[in-house]
């Protein structure tokens, strides 16, 4: 849905769960174009049918789907790739494919989906596993020593000034973006991200941003929503706290063991732990007429040791001396509060990317697939404002979804580009899985990716794959209004993105483990070796890349 | 040439002068190629001239010819007496390139500002980061955590010496319990740390937390506090390496003559005595070495502390190893972890010099 819609929509008095609730955000824009509400009236097709026939593997509540699903699914969403290769076309292609092995995702299953791609073309992929927590030394070590060894990449958007502009990647021929339909992509997918000065370099394979996770049954449990007071979850972070330091002391209505409120990953996870303070830091921090919030567009000085970010240290710190955490959370990184907490039954809620509410339903160590909902991440009643140094007070208080990471894509490296057949391997194979069937299929089972293309959001096709509608529409809901959000804070796609993430984890990590002073001196730390890192890339490239980001 | 030489010269050499002045030739000759090499390709390198030099490798066959060249000389000085040099200067040569030539070109890194996703690649910046060093208190942290980890290796080998005389002694199933003892040995440091610091110490479902939680301990936490954190990473490793000095002292123990401690009880000696007048000092040289090799280890503990806690809570588990890998692979921050490697490196010569000087006064037999 693109934001105006979305925007007139609101206007026109609609509410927010009314629109979701109507169609899919392409049927809203669709109804938003015609003034009335309704659903989208859909073509039974082929086309259909092999959607719904793919959604059945192995179908919802059956089990976490294994190698024989994955090469299932890669086999029946072949057609695009027959339609443009020829069988056997690239017989003697052998292309290095490099990407992560989390929860034995990512790249076990574009190993199953690729498999029959193999078959046909004949071209052999040979495979690189990563874990998320060495993803970015590895690419960094490859880029800086000129050891580039892979052809095609898994790799998220902020990476792209890492590689894009240092002319590692292959541009994506025109034949792919109409092979995979980048119209479809939702609208903050659409460039600039996936571009650099202006050539189109990615193919999507997920969406990203953080969405609010929580537990139904901590609002109507007796004894804690007794304890707590709260039946309506909390909107802001301001009543998420208060709200978390009240169950403790109360028991798990799933587990029988200690109960806690919002659990914060307290420690680091390779640069990928600080997105987990921005989820509480951008709604103070995200003016919402300003589209920079991590460093100032100017200077490139760094914003993170501001008041609206010490607020988001503070109220971890003041959860911390509460004791409002599970006791070893100093210890649990973001994969432990989602996998080894949530999912397993601890913690009442927590801030995740949107796979976690598809493997609360789809995945066979999840316990809390009936009692999960979602929202966007919290706001909060005041805001601060860079430029004037003052606190705002909106009316209904501030939100800023933090679209953490832009989504994973496919990349081609420029290692192909001399040699035309290798070229178009490499892209057929890109093109294979970030196609929009398969897509469907990835984003309603466990794979580590989530909806990210308009058409994702067509309630219908989850419901007839076995998903009860109620959750459905509340998960979907919580993805769509994040995207959609005209508030949201986007990430800075600037060369060294990860250094900085990973530098503020680590003195974030010391803050909470009390080597600092205060909130402040955390802050003030994460800023000096922020100023650091920007002063050895080049301050002055620096600020040109991250106002490119931004669109300024 | 003298007597004992005589002995393993088969042939008699009769080597002519030209003979000699030739091997003298290439030998410089070579080398001459080298420094020539190196130097056109430092001079494109810096930017003054280009020969169209694409990576440094013509640097390196230089470096294998002169090599070459080298070794064909001592045959050709030396006759005989070269080609028994030449059964370990081959060896002898490579080992020094793969040590020292990475040795200089760290020490260089060591004394750059090198980010990695810097478009300017490294610059040399002086003594700053030895600067930084001085004023980085989790670097300093990191090295006190090294002398609590290395100090625990004490009670580890007292464990140790006492596992080994259990095992020395004629108990049941002695075979059984000597390979049950050397098994942690043999599992990764880094599958411990999945099995036992993840799985097992987990705080809700790990059965070590269900039995503390048992005994009455509410909320337990393995790495929770910075000393409890410490401790479990102290524990953790001790598990894995006890069965290695235990293994070491039991071969110690296993050599010596029965004769000894039967002749100390006819004399009267009692077991307390007959261990600590006999056993213990003829123990000492095997206990030395294996606390030696021991702290070797310990030295280089990282994987653990990099699995379970990142360092943390606050860099209260972190040793200098683990402290180095997360300020190289997250801060990217190759030159400033270099210089920390480097300068470990100096402090555990200097150490284990010391230690052993000390440790060859304690091994003599007390007289």
């Known amino acids: ?552 | 040439m003298s007597q004992g030489d005589l002995l393993h010269v088969v042939t008699a050499d009769d080597i002519s002068d030209r003979r000699r002045l030739f091997g003298r030739a290439i030998v410089w000759g070579s080398a001459l190629v080298v420094a020539l090499v190196a130097a056109l390709q430092t001079a494109q390198h810096m930017g003054y001239a280009d020969f169209g030099f694409q990576t440094w490798r013509p640097v390196l066959y230089a470096y294998i010819f002169w090599a070459a060249c080298l070794c064909w000389s001592q045959v050709l000085i030396r006759g005989e007496h070269g080609k028994r040099t030449l059964f370990v200067l081959p060896a002898a040569l490579f080992v020094v390139s793969l040590t020292v030539f990475p040795l200089l070109f760290g020490l260089v890194i060591a004394f750059s500002n090198w980010n990695l996703s810097s478009p300017l690649g490294r610059q040399f910046n002086g003594l700053d980061n030895v600067r930084q060093m001085w004023a980085d208190p989790f670097y300093w942290n990191a090295l006190r955590n090294m002398v609590w980890y290395t100090l625990a290796i004490l009670v580890e080998y007292v464990i140790a010496f006492a596992l080994a005389l259990l095992l020395n002694s004629e108990i049941r199933a002695r075979k059984f319990f000597r390979v049950a003892f050397l098994l942690p040995l043999m599992l990764s440091p880094v599958a411990v740390s999945w099995m036992i610091g993840k799985s097992m110490l987990e705080i809700r479902f790990g059965p070590v937390a269900r039995f503390a939680r048992w005994l009455g301990w509410d909320n337990p936490s393995f790495f929770g506090s910075p000393e409890v954190a410490r401790f479990t990473i102290m524990l953790l490793d001790a598990w894995t390496f006890i069965p290695f000095m235990m293994i070491m002292i039991l071969a110690g123990l296993q050599a010596i003559p029965k004769e000894l401690t039967e002749a100390a009880k006819v004399d009267g000696a009692g077991p307390w005595k007959s261990f600590w007048e006999v056993t213990f000092p003829l123990m000492l040289p095997v206990s030395i070495t294996a606390i030696l090799i021991r702290i070797i280890f310990k030295l280089k503990l990282a994987d653990i502390i990099i699995n379970l806690t990142a360092g943390g809570p606050g860099g209260a588990t972190d040793s200098v190893t683990s402290f180095i890998f997360r300020e190289y692979r997250d801060r990217s921050n190759v030159g400033y972890g270099t210089l920390l490697a480097m300068v470990y490196l100096v402090i555990i010569i200097i150490a284990m010099t010391i230690l052993m000087k000390v440790a060859d006064r304690f091994a003599r037999p007390r007289t």
């Open chain 1, 1 to 552: 849905m693109k934001v105006n819609h979305y925007e007139y929509l609101m206007r026109a008095g609609a509410t927010r769960r009314a629109v979701l609730k109507g169609a899919a955000s392409m049927a809203a824009v669709a109804a938003a174009s015609t003034g009335t509400l309704g659903a989208l009236t859909r073509h039974a097709s082929a086309q259909d049918n092999l959607r719904a026939e793919i959604l059945k593997i192995p179908g919802v509540g059956k089990g976490s789907p294994t190698d024989a699903d994955w090469q299932k699914v890669g086999e029946m969403c072949l057609g695009a790739t027959k339609a443009s290769v020829a069988e056997g076309e690239f017989a003697g292609v052998e292309l290095t494919f490099m990407g992560l092995n989390n929860q034995n995702l990512h790249n076990f299953l574009f190993r199953g989906f690729l498999k029959p791609w193999e078959a046909y073309t004949g071209a052999k992929i040979n495979w690189i596993d990563l874990a998320q927590a060495d993803y970015n030394a590895r690419l960094q070590q490859s880029i800086a020593t000129g050891t580039v060894d892979f052809d095609i990449l898994e790799m998220g958007a902020p990476f792209e000034g890492d590689t894009a502009s240092k002319g590692l990647l292959d541009e994506m021929p025109d034949w792919v973006a109409k092979q995979i339909d980048s119209d479809d992509l939702v609208g903050y997918l659409k460039p600039p991200v996936g571009t650099w000065e202006g050539k189109t370099y990615r193919v999507n394979i997920d969406g990203d941003c953080h969405t609010f996770a929580y537990r139904k049954d901590y609002l109507t449990d007796p004894a804690i929503s007794g304890a707590t007071g709260v039946t309506e979850m909390p909107t802001t972070w301001q009543q998420v706290n208060e709200w978390t330091k009240k169950i403790k002391g109360q028991k798990d209505p799933l587990t029988g063991l200690d109960a806690y409120g919002f659990i914060d990953p307290l420690k680091g996870w390779g640069g990928f732990g600080f997105y987990f303070l921005e989820d509480r830091a951008t709604a103070y921090a995200k003016h919402p007429d300003d589209k920079a919030w991590l460093f100032d567009a100017d200077t490139m000085k760094p914003r993170v040791n501001n008041p609206a970010f010490v607020q988001a240290i503070q109220d971890v710190m003041d959860l911390i001396a509460a004791g409002a955490y599970p006791s070893d959370q100093i210890n649990a990184d973001p994969g432990t509060t989602a996998f080894q907490q949530f999912l397993a039954g601890t913690g009442g809620a927590l801030t995740w990317w949107g796979d976690v509410g598809s493997m609360a339903r789809t995945s066979d160590t999840s316990v809390v697939g009936d009692v999960a909902a979602f929202s966007i991440l919290p706001g909060s009643d005041r805001v601060y404002n860079s430029k004037t140094g003052e606190w705002e007070t909106p009316d209904g208080g501030n939100f800023a979804p933090n679209m953490a990471y832009i989504g994973w894509g496919v990349y081609v490296t420029s290692r192909v580009s001399g040699d035309e057949k290798k070229r178009k391997a490499a892209w057929s194979a890109a093109a294979h899985l970030g196609g929009k069937d398969l897509s469907l299929w990835t984003v309603a089972y466990p794979s580590g990716f989530q909806p990210y293309r308009q058409s994702h959001f067509n309630y219908d096709e989850w419901e007839a794959a076995g998903y009860d509608r109620a959750y459905i529409e509340n998960y979907l809901g919580s993805n769509a209004d994040s995207y959609n959000h005209p508030n949201a804070a986007i990430e800075p796609r600037i060369p060294g993105i990860f250094q900085y993430y990973s530098v503020a984890e680590d003195e974030l990590a010391k803050g909470f483990a009390g080597q600092y002073k205060s909130a402040q001196e955390t802050a003030d730390a994460i800023a000096a070796a922020w100023e650091k890192i920007t002063d050895q890339i080049g301050r002055e490239s620096q600020i040109k890349l991250y106002k490119a980001s931004l669109g300024l």
